[in-house]
């Protein structure tokens, strides 16, 4: 019972990734939180992963997604586009992984924690695409709310370019799907036109 137990509050802990806010709105504009982003990256991972430049383990890609912001409970979320913020972001991330890992049984938490350095290690086929999913979503959002945030927050070409590199890594095809709807925002004005697309 002492493994069930362990189990058991490490998934009441992970209820509290329920409350970290994103800087991405929904369809129905409220802010996504990180338990609704996960969910939609790793079913978007199921429905594209023809997409992906390698052959990927989906099922693995999935776990990764599920996991991957979870540090944010203890660290908190820094917007994509917080160049200061985003400097130190893995310590604080790596420093909250320990802790959280650690409610679990050990094979658990190392299971999980290996599955987290590798998304974050962007090394792998199962990583890579990983990262295009992650990057994906909040473009697609974005759009779909006529770039309030992006507007907002005086988003640039060259800053989504920057965070992108990352899709390009994991998903040619996704990228230059991305870059379409990139050149329509700068069209609309909801993206600061700083460099060529």
Not at 26 to 47: G, K, Q, R, S, Y
Not at 122 to 136: G, I, V, W
């Amino acid at each position: 019972m002492e493994r069930l137990e362990k189990q058991i509050q490490f998934l009441l802990e992970m209820d509290k990734e329920k409350s970290i806010k994103r800087q991405t709105r929904c369809t129905d504009l409220h802010m996504e939180n990180d338990a609704e982003h996960a969910w939609h990256i790793a079913l978007a991972c199921l429905l594209l992963n023809e997409y992906a430049n390698g052959k990927v383990d989906v099922s693995k890609t999935i776990s990764m997604l599920l996991i991957h912001d979870i540090v944010e409970i203890d660290a908190g979320d820094t917007y994509a586009y917080d160049e200061k913020g985003q400097q130190n972001a893995f310590e604080k991330e790596y420093l909250a992984s320990e802790r959280l890992f650690s409610l679990l049984p050990e094979d658990q938490g190392k299971f999980l924690k290996s599955l987290w350095l590798e998304f974050e290690e962007n090394k792998t086929m199962e990583a890579k695409f990983a990262h295009a999913m992650d990057n994906l979503l909040p473009i697609i959002l974005n759009d779909a709310d006529e770039g309030t945030m992006w507007k907002k927050n005086h988003v640039s070409v060259s800053q989504i370019l920057k965070r992108q590199e990352k899709t390009k890594m994991g998903s040619t095809i996704l990228y230059d799907y991305i870059l379409s709807i990139v050149q329509q925002n700068v069209d609309k004005q909801n993206i600061i036109k700083d460099v060529e697309i």
